[in-house]
């Protein structure tokens, strides 16, 4: 759509295709918003058409309805109590962009972009607060979801992206990016109770804390903070609310596709690369540096495949034991950062108590709907996902005991900083909180030597990160 001038893409009234319209733009109008810029208009328009799109069911393949069971990714989280509340949410989400349109007028030519000039007044103040701050441990991104209409990924991602100085850096075309950004944001499911875009704007935020740290700070270069930054807001793209044991035994096509490995992280690359070239992001770099994102923004993407845990750990553990990790060599550096989006992507029993717990509740909430769908249609129900069998405090003390800190007490190895103590603290506490809760489990854990813990950790690690994480 970029640098058409004089066409626009509009949904054709009388059915879903598009219809392309070749009357003038500065004439178009679209609801009650009238445009005055015909190549702000091409793309402004199809920004909200990706939304009217989501709203009226358009486009039912890019969301990959289950041709076996019926089941549509698109509604399978959605609760029949709460079907009010959705229509209302997304509603103020298409004002919020009808905000961004207006505003986004007083950025063009702005000779000092502020990309807080896009919020409403009604909620600048307390998101632009929260922003300041934005490097903190303790940032509540479920606030700033609220504060920003649902829209933390977008706003979130484009201001790191314009603190680090990447957005003039790179030349990127500032519409090009904020559209970029609209289109994952909505390409996550919001009815998922936890893989949705606050998941992705959450990871992001902890992937920016894990740049700051000075072993990354002083040897990353912008290329890599680039990357991190945009992996982190697109690594979960598409994410379809239920894992890879569920696509691959109720024949999926994802799963035929990608050879039922690394299923969703496959999907999840493909996604954002189609977005990237959707919207020409970087179109305007030579072609080969453009491949060379796609390709490195995949072996992020891939990394954070909880089944491939263990790999990533054993060579991160090597490397601290040899301390050879060499930070001017471009490949340990990409290492590093595949490390980084892995903690991040499963940090949240890190955070502070009143953040964790939430999290903790949205991810079992998600197994649980999953093992229903099982028991409905009478197949195996995956582990964890049955919630007669298993409880919230029982999930996470398994996840945290087998998964998370593991891998966070390497991390510490390499960066013994304030944050990664604070992380582990947290880690304790919440651990802790859990097991006051579920007694008989947290006996039962720190039995960690008895053959029978050993017999758990396996299939532990493997389906609890596949909720929280991978996916
Ligand atoms: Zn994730």
């Given at each position: 759509m970029?640098?058409?001038?004089?066409?626009?893409?509009?949904?054709?009234?009388?059915g879903?295709?598009?219809?392309?319209?070749?009357?003038p733009l500065s004439?178009l109008r679209?609801?009650?918003?009238?445009?005055?810029?015909?190549?702000?208009?091409?793309?402004?328009?199809?920004?909200l058409?990706v939304r009217?799109?989501?709203?009226?069911?358009?486009?039912?393949?890019?969301?990959?309805s289950?041709?076996y069971?019926?089941v549509?990714?698109?509604?399978?989280?959605?609760?029949?109590?709460?079907?009010?509340?959705?229509?209302?949410?997304?509603?103020r989400?298409?004002?919020?962009?009808?905000?961004h349109?207006?505003?986004?007028?007083?950025?063009?030519?702005?000779?000092?972009?502020?990309?807080?000039h896009?919020?409403?007044e009604?909620?600048?103040?307390q998101a632009?607060?929260?922003?300041e701050?934005?490097g903190s441990?303790?940032?509540?991104?479920?606030l700033f979801?609220?504060?920003?209409n649902?829209?933390?990924?977008?706003?979130?991602?484009?201001?790191?992206?314009?603190?680090?100085?990447?957005?003039?850096l790179?030349?990127?075309?500032?519409?090009?990016?904020?559209?970029?950004?609209?289109?994952?944001?909505?390409?996550?499911?919001?009815?998922n109770p936890?893989?949705n875009?606050?998941?992705?704007?959450?990871?992001?935020q902890?992937?920016h804390c894990y740049l700051?740290?000075?072993?990354?700070?002083q040897?990353?270069?912008?290329?890599?903070?680039?990357?991190?930054l945009?992996?982190?807001?697109?690594?979960?793209?598409?994410?379809?609310g239920?894992?890879?044991?569920?696509?691959?035994?109720?024949?999926?096509?994802l799963?035929a596709?990608?050879r039922n490995?690394?299923?969703?992280?496959?999907?999840?690359?493909?996604?954002?690369v189609g977005?990237l070239?959707?919207?020409?992001?970087?179109s305007?770099l030579?072609?080969?540096?453009?491949?060379?994102?796609?390709?490195?923004?995949?072996?992020l993407?891939?990394?954070?495949?909880?089944?491939?845990?263990?790999?990533y750990?054993?060579?991160f553990?090597?490397?601290l034991d040899?301390n050879d990790?060499?930070?001017?060599?471009?490949?340990?550096r990409?290492?590093?950062?595949?490390?980084?989006?892995?903690?991040?992507?499963?940090?949240?029993?890190?955070?502070?108590?009143?953040?964790?717990?939430?999290w903790s509740?949205?991810?079992?909430?998600e197994?649980f709907?999953?093992?229903?769908?099982?028991?409905?249609?009478?197949?195996?129900?995956?582990p964890l996902?049955?919630s007669?069998?298993?409880?919230?405090?029982?999930?996470?003390?398994?996840?945290?005991?087998?998964?998370?800190?593991?891998?966070f007490a390497?991390?510490?190895?390499?960066?013994?900083t304030?944050?990664?103590?604070t992380?582990?603290?947290?880690l304790?506490l919440?651990k802790?909180?859990?097991?006051?809760m579920?007694?008989?489990?947290?006996g039962?854990?720190?039995?960690?030597?008895s053959?029978?813990?050993?017999a758990?950790?396996?299939p532990?690690?493997r389906?609890?990160?596949?909720?929280?994480?991978?996916?």
């Amino acid at each position: 759509m970029s640098g058409c001038a004089d066409a626009a893409r509009v949904l054709s009234p009388y059915g879903h295709g598009w219809v392309v319209c070749h009357a003038p733009l500065s004439s178009l109008r679209r609801g009650a918003i009238s445009y005055d810029s015909s190549d702000q208009t091409a793309l402004y328009i199809r920004m909200l058409d990706v939304r009217v799109r989501s709203q009226v069911g358009f486009e039912p393949e890019r969301r990959g309805s289950h041709p076996y069971l019926g089941v549509d990714f698109r509604t399978l989280h959605s609760r029949a109590e709460s079907a009010g509340s959705i229509p209302a949410r997304r509603i103020r989400r298409l004002f919020s962009f009808q905000r961004h349109l207006l505003s986004s007028r007083l950025l063009r030519g702005a000779p000092h972009l502020n990309p807080l000039h896009i919020l409403d007044e009604d909620y600048c103040g307390q998101a632009k607060c929260m922003l300041e701050k934005v490097g903190s441990w303790n940032f509540d991104i479920f606030l700033f979801d609220r504060l920003t209409n649902g829209n933390s990924l977008v706003f979130l991602t484009f201001h790191l992206l314009n603190q680090y100085g990447l957005i003039e850096l790179f030349q990127l075309d500032m519409v090009k990016v904020r559209r970029f950004l609209v289109l994952v944001q909505e390409d996550y499911h919001n009815q998922n109770p936890y893989h949705n875009a606050v998941h992705a704007a959450d990871v992001t935020q902890a992937m920016h804390c894990y740049l700051r740290e000075p072993k990354l700070a002083q040897s990353l270069t912008s290329f890599d903070i680039l990357l991190g930054l945009l992996a982190a807001a697109t690594h979960d793209l598409d994410h379809p609310g239920v894992n890879q044991p569920f696509l691959i035994k109720t024949n999926h096509y994802l799963a035929a596709l990608y050879r039922n490995t690394s299923v969703l992280e496959n999907h999840h690359w493909r996604s954002a690369v189609g977005l990237l070239r959707e919207t020409d992001l970087f179109s305007h770099l030579p072609a080969e540096d453009s491949l060379s994102i796609e390709r490195q923004l995949g072996s992020l993407i891939l990394a954070t495949d909880i089944s491939r845990q263990n790999d990533y750990l054993s060579r991160f553990r090597t490397h601290l034991d040899e301390n050879d990790l060499c930070l001017g060599h471009s490949t340990h550096r990409h290492f590093v950062l595949q490390m980084a989006l892995k903690c991040a992507d499963i940090c949240n029993p890190c955070r502070p108590w009143e953040l964790s717990k939430q999290w903790s509740e949205k991810v079992t909430e998600e197994f649980f709907h999953q093992g229903d769908i099982e028991k409905k249609h009478k197949l195996e129900i995956s582990p964890l996902c049955d919630s007669e069998a298993n409880t919230i405090a029982s999930v996470q003390i398994g996840f945290m005991t087998y998964v998370v800190e593991p891998l966070f007490a390497e991390w510490a190895r390499f960066s013994d900083t304030r944050l990664s103590q604070t992380m582990l603290g947290h880690l304790g506490l919440n651990k802790a909180s859990w097991s006051a809760m579920e007694p008989e489990v947290s006996g039962s854990s720190e039995e960690g030597e008895s053959e029978s813990a050993r017999a758990t950790e396996e299939p532990s690690s493997r389906a609890l990160s596949q909720g929280s994480q991978e996916s």
